[in-house]
């Protein structure tokens, strides 16, 4: 197998890029490794538009595979690894978001980013490799894509300085029993807070984090902390794109003709701001003018597609928000930055048969939720790469 790598240091961890011709016929494939752990990341993108679809078409999953930690899923009757844990979706978002506003919508072609963990070790983060590999296997395939970005984790323990890509393992500790046993405890590594942001060119673009209470002060700082070493993770991408110097495949988006765009300018534009801005649950006024939009321009103009005039006219939404909170300091409900919407809270009072029951309203966003407690026998066992919890 023929390899060739490229390395940078990170938070004093070396990190390692392998390329080789392990999934060749990926348009785009990398390894990245951090210590023992290490991910697959494979970008590929299919050969006909599926236009039908009316959307961008991108599938993101991280996949955990148990091998990768020396472990085996499931009891001894069955051995097959079942559906993706909720770590695994949550890293799939977490990429998900991340690389997703950096593509072209227009595209039709459908565009899997697929990042296997193939091995992990106690200490360095999956996930935050995870990304960069994605970034790195779109950025030298043929798929058009404006990266790369990086990722990192920020944390800070105790008060003190900041860490970059923590570790996650456990500290373990000895204590001694009546029975006059020996045995080991984990304890658990706890942060004042623990920031994972993603981003490009000095911004971010996505962000999580777990944090016990901080000042705010201290999350900004921890931002600008993680966007210089984001800038780091992009400079050692795009050396290597400028080295490998891949051929971008090129898409000629379908616009709508110059007479339905006037047409759209004079009949529906002057009601956006209006429609969009209202505060009318469900946005059904803006179903409404979007419908007439289509009915006008079917009239008119029978040709263009449906998808083309949906487009069109969700392009105009999303702008007429975006103005609305630049210039005007507006949300899309109409309320100012400031303004919090009307809460309503209920705890109990549903049905003495519950445990517990809550009701909560946020404006037009209504919850309902309940509670049933259990005895241990109830408790749910959930196996992860790690460990079980």
């Avoid at 201290?218 to 794109?241: C, H, P, W, Y």
């Avoid at 445990?355 to 749910?380: C, M």
Wanted: aromatic share 6%; proline share 5%; net charge negative.
């Amino acid at each position: 197998m023929q390899t060739k790598e490229y390395s940078l240091e990170v938070g004093g961890q070396k990190i390692t890029a392998v390329f080789s011709d392990l999934a060749e016929q990926a348009h785009g494939s990398v390894m990245l490794r951090s210590g023992d752990t290490i991910v697959l990341a494979t970008a590929v993108m299919g050969p006909e538009p599926a236009a039908s679809l009316g959307y961008f078409n991108l599938t993101v999953d991280y996949v955990e595979k148990f091998y990768a930690s020396g472990e085996i899923l499931g009891s001894r009757f069955i051995r097959r690894e079942g559906r993706p844990s909720d770590e695994a979706i949550l890293g799939s978002r977490v990429i998900d978001r991340t690389i997703r506003p950096l593509f072209n919508q227009a595209i039709k072609n459908p565009v899997q980013v697929i990042v296997t963990v193939l091995s992990m070790d106690e200490e360095n983060d999956p996930i935050t490799l995870a990304v960069n590999a994605a970034s790195l296997a779109l950025s030298v395939s043929n798929i058009p894509w404006n990266g790369p970005v990086g990722c990192v984790r920020i944390g800070k323990k105790n008060g003190g300085n900041f860490m970059i890509n923590p570790p996650k393992c456990k500290r373990k500790k000895h204590a001694t029993f009546s029975d006059g046993q020996l045995k080991e405890l984990e304890e658990e590594i706890v942060y004042d807070f623990e920031l994972l942001a993603c981003g490009k060119d000095g911004n971010v673009n996505m962000i999580e984090a777990a944090t016990l209470e901080v000042p705010e002060s201290e999350i900004t700082n921890g931002l600008e902390r993680a966007v210089k070493e984001i800038s780091l993770l992009e400079d050692f991408q795009k050396k290597i794109i400028a080295e490998k110097n891949p051929v971008k495949k090129n898409f000629t988006a379908e616009e709508l003709p110059a007479e339905a765009i006037e047409l759209f300018t004079r009949e529906i534009l002057p009601a956006l701001p209006k429609t969009v801005f209202a505060d009318i649950p469900g946005k059904e006024n803006i179903e409404t003018l979007k419908e007439h939009w289509k009915k006008i321009l079917k009239e008119t103009f029978p040709d263009v597609s449906k998808t083309l005039a949906d487009d069109y006219f969700e392009h105009a939404v999303d702008e007429t928000v975006h103005q609305g909170a630049l210039k005007e300091n507006k949300r899309a409900d109409g309320r100012d930055f400031q303004t919090v919407r009307p809460l309503y809270a209920q705890a109990g009072g549903v049905s003495p048969i519950l445990h517990g029951s809550g009701i909560f309203y946020r404006g037009g966003t209504h919850v309902f939720s309940a509670l049933t407690l259990g005895g241990p026998e109830d408790a749910h066992l959930i196996e992860g790469m790690e460990r079980a919890s």
